[in-house]
């Protein structure tokens, strides 16, 4: 329904930064919330960022401070800005969004859809 293509993911100094970008195509008829989140070897996939279509932000407590998400509405795009890394923040980050896509038919269905992942290593 949703496609999510991320980009931006590599390999980086503690202390250094970097931005990821989530473009979402297909048949969208409406976005509500954007988000990230993270997962390493072995453990449950944890929330990072997320932003309304109204962009009204949220962070988990981790990240406050150095990360800063953020959308471009009209292209559908979600990114979030990594500053200060530390080496506990390499994961595989994951874009997530959520809305409506229209069908077919012209009617409108709920989707709830996730990225591939990008790695994310910060070397200490």
């Known amino acids: 329904q949703v496609q999510l293509v991320e980009s931006g993911g590599g390999l980086v100094q503690a202390g250094g930064s970097l931005r990821l970008s989530c473009v979402a195509s297909?048949?969208?008829?409406?976005?509500?919330?954007m988000g990230w989140y993270r997962q390493t070897t072995g453990k449950q996939r944890e929330f990072v960022a997320a932003?309304?279509?109204?962009?009204?932000?949220n962070y988990a407590d981790s990240v406050k401070g150095r990360f800063t998400i953020s959308r471009d509405n009209a292209k559908n795009t979600v990114y979030l800005q990594m500053n200060s890394l530390k080496p506990e923040d390499t994961a595989v980050y994951y874009c997530?969004?959520?809305?409506?896509?229209?069908?077919?038919?012209?009617?409108?269905?709920?989707?709830?859809?996730w990225g591939q992942g990008t790695q994310v290593t910060v070397s200490s």
């Open positions: 997530h969004t959520d809305g409506y896509v229209m069908t077919v038919g012209g009617t409108r269905t709920r989707y709830d859809d």
């Open positions: 297909g048949s969208i008829f409406s976005i509500n919330a």
């Open positions: 932003i309304t279509s109204g962009g009204s932000t």
